[in-house]
């Protein structure tokens, strides 16, 4: 089984910053693709950023030049570094792994979820 464990969520003002963090613990034998999607209340749930295995990183256009998205060397921690936040930013973020599992399999998984609140 793998937990995915995240941090870093709060409430901050407009034009402030946070870093959420995504911790994988458990037993794998790899994690190919790491990102963070976020749903704000009454709307669907979209990718704000992806990283590859080979370190591809793509971004949601709303967040380009604002946000970061990075990784530890172990590639098993993902964070996510947020930069000049709106209100518009307000949502739910989730962080989601693709594992390769003890049994050779690929499987999604997703974290609990932290809020992020920006005032204006």
């Known amino acids: 089984q793998v937990q995915l464990v995240e941090s870093g969520g709060g409430l901050v003002q407009a034009g402030g910053s946070l870093r959420l963090s995504c911790a994988a613990s458990g037993s794998f034998l790899s994690i190919n693709d790491m990102a963070w999607y976020r749903q704000a209340p009454g709307k669907q749930r979209e990718l704000v950023a992806s990283i590859t295995n080979t370190g591809r990183i793509n971004y949601a256009d709303s967040v380009k030049g604002r946000f970061t998205i990075s990784r530890n060397n172990a590639k098993t921690t993902v964070y996510l570094q947020m930069n000049s936040l709106e209100p518009e930013d307000t949502a739910v973020y989730y962080c989601?792994?693709?594992?390769?599992?003890?049994?050779?399999?690929?499987?999604?998984?997703w974290g609990q979820g932290t809020q992020v609140t920006v005032s204006s």
């Open positions: 989601n792994d693709r594992v390769l599992t003890t049994r050779m399999s690929l499987v999604n998984y």
